[in-house]
């Protein structure tokens, strides 16, 4: 898969496969599912790391954990996220994105819309693909105080077509809208020629993207509400760890 498949791809009315992926074997196993892209998101500070939201993750954490999907992906197109204070000018945005794709990335995700435009284009102009982020920001979820559902008035959703076709005449050639009301998400995947690709946002979307963690029960103390569980894997972990542990202590002779 390579970024410029996707418009394609929508255009075919198919859409994109996304899941979240932060290690080795975790990236190998949905890559042979057949998963058509994996984001190693900066949500890995929450479901890997333990912070409390996205602004305390780093590049190294960063660089790190995409190297370590990279070398599990053979078929899918592997987008890593920038992280918070890491693409606060075009030149910074360029330098952090090469060491993203030196790490094993081929594209990088950013959040922010037509305020961001220019650093989207300064990384395109770099030869590097670019998803963009809009709607809900992670990484602005301190300053706003909490994670909202946007697009709910008709100013809001002016702003976030606004934004979307900023970052599309950037050059960015997907972009992830998060908590977007569904009739706005609707409005501005017709809108656009590049996909959008949706979390909580509505099945008008042309791909959705979870993070596998939620996926598959992982991480039990949140669920979003708009997850959809397919498995339980924190309770078979924790029933494999007790019968261990039984085993361990209480020996059978």
């Known amino acids: 898969m390579k970024p410029a498949d996707l ?13 979240t992926a932060y290690d080795y ?22 479901v890997v790391l333990g912070f409390p939201d996205t ?20 078929r899918a197109l592997v987008v890593a996220d920038l992280p918070f204070a890491s693409y606060d000018t075009p030149e910074q945005a360029i330098a952090n994105a090469r060491r993203l794709v030196a790490a094993g990335a081929h594209a990088v995700k950013l959040e922010g819309g037509a305020s961001h435009a220019a650093r989207i284009a300064a990384i395109v102009a770099d030869g590097i693909p670019v998803m ?11 300053q706003e105080g909490g994670y909202r559902i946007k697009g709910k008035t008709p100013e809001a959703a ?18 992830v809208l998060e908590l977007v009301q569904a009739d706005v998400a609707a409005v501005l995947s017709a809108a656009l020629k590049i ?13 959705q993207v ?15 509400k708009f997850a959809r569980q397919h498995a339980q894997v924190a309770v078979s972990l924790r029933e494999a760890a007790a019968a261990f542990i039984r085993e361990t202590k209480q020996p059978e002779r």
């Not at 190998?28 to 929450?46: N, T």
């Not at 996909?195 to 042309?206: E, N």
Request: glycine content about 10%.
């Open 25 to 46: 074997p975790t990236a190998r196993l949905l890559d042979e599912s057949g998963i058509d892209i994996l984001l190693v998101g900066d949500s890995l500070g929450m």
């Open 55 to 74: 602004t305390h993750v780093t590049m190294e954490h960063m660089l790190h954990h995409t190297a370590a999907v990279a070398r599990g992906a053979e």
């Open 210 to 224: 979870l993070v596998t963690h939620d996926l598959i029960g992982l991480f039990p103390w949140f669920t979003p």
């Open 132 to 142: 963009a982020h809009l709607g809900m920001l992670p990484q602005s979820v301190v």
């Open 195 to 207: 996909p959008t690709i949706g979390i909580g946002s509505g099945l008008a979307c042309d791909g």
């Open 7 to 19: 418009t394609a791809l929508k255009r075919r009315g198919e859409k994109l496969a996304v899941l």
């Open 158 to 175: 002016a702003a976030l077509l606004a934004d979307a076709h900023a970052v599309e005449n950037a050059g960015a050639f997907a972009v």
